[in-house]
C-alpha cells in the first residue's frame, strides 16, 4: 500500500510538470511534513501567483482526518489551495467536489481540477496585484471558487473531459475490431496457403521447388503466435 501510495506520488508529479510547464512542482521530501506535492503557479511574466498543495492518499476506506491534516501541514508551505487526491471520497462526493476548505478528486480527475484551480489563481492574483493584504486575498480567492464563473467554467471543463474519454474509448473499441478482423483473415490465408502447398507437394512430391516463406517452421509459428 505505501509503495502505491508513493507511484501515485510520482505520477501527480509528472501529470503537473507535463501540464504546466512553467510553474515549479516540488515533492516535499519525506519526513518533512507539508502535503506531498506543491504547485508553484506563475503568472505569464513568471511571477508566483499562488501556490497548490497536494495530499495523495491509496487506501481502502476515507479517514476524516485527512483534511485537517492536509490544511495544516499545507500552511506550513504557505498554500493558498488544498486537494486531496483519492479513490476513497467521502459520503456526498462522487469523483470531485469541496469539503472544509479542501478540494477532493479521484486520480482520474486530477488534471481537469487542476487546469481549473490554477486558472482561478491566477484571475484572482491579477485582480489582487494592486493589494498587499493576505488576507483579502484568500476571501478574493473563496470568492472566486464558489461563485457562478467558477462553477461554469469547472462544468465546461469536465463535460469535455468526459467527451475525449469516451471518444478515446469508442475509437480505441472499434480499432480493436478491425485488428480482430485482419487477424483472422491473416489466418484464413496462412492456413490456405498452407494446405494448397501441402496438395500440390502430395502430387509433386520433392520435385517442387520450396518456398520459404510459406512452408517450414515460420509458417507454423506464425499460427503458434496468432492462436496465443
Partial sequence: MQLQGEVQELAIEDILRDTFLFDVIEPVPKGIRGADVIQKVRNAIGHEAGVIAYESKRTKA???????KLKEDGGRVNA???VLVTDALPEGIDRIGQKDGVWICTFAELKGLALVLRDSIIRVSAAYSSQTNKGEKMQMLYDYLTGKEFSSQFRVIIESFDELQKGYLDERKKME???KEREKQLQKIV?????FIGSIKGIAGNSLVEIPMIEGDGTQDFLEDRSS
Avoid: R
Wanted: aromatic share 22%.
Fill in 80 to 82: 493558498d489551495i488544498f
Fill in 191 to 195: 492456413l490456405n496457403t498452407s494446405s
Fill in 177 to 179: 475490431k478491425i485488428w
Fill in 62 to 68: 476515507y479517514a476524516g482526518d485527512w483534511l485537517s
